[in-house]
């Protein structure tokens, strides 16, 4: 059993950034692959980046959040990390975080049903 609680949330200007922080209890952060995913009101959960267990340049993204959102991970720290950077009003919705202990490959990850462990969610606003 893994939980997941997020943090970092809140209201930013267009242009302004963020870092959420996804904490995860127990001892075997390591064997699991981590997710962001968001949803915006009327909208369906998408996936926003991803990492695999042992992070580094493993990471895949979404096209939308490409070069302004950094995932990565301090298996350390048992903690996930998602930087966002030149945020835009569409950026806007809850951000959770997932688990799932499939090995990395075949973009599994951009779908939210393999991830076996959510977080409650973290509310990011950008305001124009």
């Known amino acids: 059993q893994v939980q997941l609680v997020e943090s970092g949330g809140g209201l930013v200007q267009a242009g302004g950034s963020l870092r959420l922080s996804c904490e995860a209890s127990g001892r075997t952060f390591s064997r699991y692959a981590m997710g962001w995913f968001r949803q915006a009101p009327g909208k369906e959960r998408e996936f926003v980046a991803a990492v695999s267990r042992s992070g580094g340049s493993t990471t895949s993204y979404a096209e939308p959040v490409k070069v302004r959102f950094t995932i990565s991970r301090d298996n350390g720290k048992n903690t996930v990390y998602l930087q966002m950077n030149s945020l835009k009003p569409e950026d806007t919705g809850v951000y959770y975080c997932?688990?799932?202990?499939?090995?990395?490959?075949?973009?599994?990850?951009?779908?939210?049903?393999?991830?076996?462990?959510w977080g409650q969610g973290t509310q990011v606003t950008v305001s124009s």
């Open positions: 997932a688990a799932s202990s499939r090995p990395w490959g075949s973009s599994w990850y951009k779908e939210p049903e393999p991830f076996d462990y």
